[in-house]
C-alpha cells in the first residue's frame, strides 16, 4: 500500500461571513490566539507524517504563501537581537524546500472542482484532504488518528463526529457498520438527511483520505447542489467501488469559517496555554459580573 505522503488545503474561499475583516486579509489567515488558521492545520498534517502540502488557492491568497515562506529580513532582525526562541519556533513550522506546492481554482465551482485542481501535483497515489476552516484540538491529531486507520484498512478513511440527531440536515451523515481498526465500516452516506431519514448521527468533520481514483470521477461530475461540483456525490459513487471507512474522532473541533466557532477556537486554544489561561479566566469573570 501506498504511503500516504501529500495533503490537500483548499484556501481558495472569500471568507464573506468575516467581512471586513477579510477583504484584504485571506480567512484562512485569521489568527487563533498567536497563529494564523491554516498553521493550525498545516501542523496537524505535518504530525501525521505528510511531506508534501498542497495549497489550492485563489486570487488574493498570495499572503499564504509568503507565510510559508522564508522571511530573510525578519530572520536576519531576530537573529541580531538575540531573539533566538521565537526564531527557532518560526523556523520549526516552516515547510522545507520544495515541500509546498500552490495551484489556482480560478472559479467558485465548490469543493469538488477545488479537489480536482490538485489533480496534477497529487499524481497516482492517496491523499489527505483537510479542510481549512476546521481546527481541531486533541492529544493527538485528528488526521494521525486517522492514517493509523488507513495503514491497517487501506481505501478511503474519513473523520466523523457525533452530532445531536435533530441536526442531521445540516451535514453530510454516514451510516456506521461493522467495527474495523480502531474505525468502522462506512455502509451509507447521505448529504444533509432529514432526522428520519438518516442513517446515523456521524457527521463528517473536514478531514479524509482518498484514493486518487476521486480525480476521475470529479473531472465527470455534473454539478450538484448550490450549482457546484459537490465532493460528496463522487464520494457516494467511489464507494460503490472502494471502501470507505469511518474515524469517530472524539477531540474538540471548531468551525472557524463562522464567527461563533472562530470566537470558541480562541477562548479554547488560549485556555490550554499556561501563560494565557489565568488572562483569559479574569476577562470572563469580569465579563460575568458587568
Known amino acids: 500500500m501506498t504511503k500516504l505522503r501529500k495533503a490537500v488545503f483548499p484556501v481558495a474561499g472569500l471568507g464573506t461571513r468575516f467581512l471586513p475583516a477579510t477583504k484584504a486579509v485571506p480567512k484562512e489567515m485569521l489568527t487563533v490566539v498567536d497563529k494564523p488558521v491554516i ?124 452530532c445531536d440527531p435533530s441536526q442531521t440536515h445540516k451535514y453530510g451523515i454516514v451510516g456506521r457498520g461493522a467495527d474495523v481498526a480502531g474505525g468502522f465500516e462506512i455502509n451509507a452516506m447521505v448529504e444533509k438527511p432529514k432526522p428520519e431519514d438518516a442513517p446515523s448521527n456521524f457527521y463528517i468533520n473536514g478531514r479524509y483520505i482518498l484514493q486518487p481514483t476521486i480525480f476521475d470521477l470529479l473531472a465527470k461530475q455534473e454539478r450538484g447542489a448550490g450549482g457546484e461540483i459537490q465532493l460528496t456525490d463522487s464520494m457516494l459513487t467511489l464507494m460503490k467501488e472502494q471502501p470507505f471507512h469511518g474515524y469517530h474522532f472524539t477531540g474538540r473541533t471548531f468551525d472557524c469559517g463562522s464567527p461563533e466557532g472562530f470566537v470558541e477556537a480562541n477562548l479554547a486554544f488560549a485556555l490550554e496555554r499556561p501563560d494565557l489561561r489565568k488572562h483569559v479566566l479574569k476577562a470572563v469573570a469580569a465579563s460575568d459580573r458587568s
Not at 465551482?109 to 490538485?118: E, P, S
Not at 501535483?121 to 492514517?147: H, R, T, Y
Open 39 to 162: 498553521q493550525y492545520v498545516v501542523d496537524e498534517a505535518r504530525e501525521a507524517g505528510i511531506e508534501h502540502f498542497i495549497f489550492v488557492t485563489g486570487r488574493n491568497k498570495a499572503v499564504i504563501e509568503d507565510h510559508f515562506d522564508i522571511q530573510v529580513e525578519l530572520y536576519d532582525t531576530l537573529e541580531r537581537r538575540g531573539k533566538t526562541e521565537v526564531l527557532d519556533r518560526l523556523r520549526s513550522l516552516q515547510p522545507q524546500p520544495g515541500q509546498t506546492s500552490y495551484t489556482r481554482q480560478q472559479e467558485p465551482l465548490g469543493l469538488g472542482h477545488a479537489v480536482w485542481c490538485a489533480r496534477e501535483l497529487v499524481g497516482n497515489e492517496p491523499f489527505a484532504l483537510l479542510l481549512p476552516d476546521m481546527i481541531m484540538q486533541a492529544p493527538k491529531g485528528c488526521l494521525s488518528q486517522m492514517a493509523e486507520v488507513f495503514e491497517k484498512t487501506g481505501g478511503n478513511v474519513v473523520s466523523v463526529e457525533e
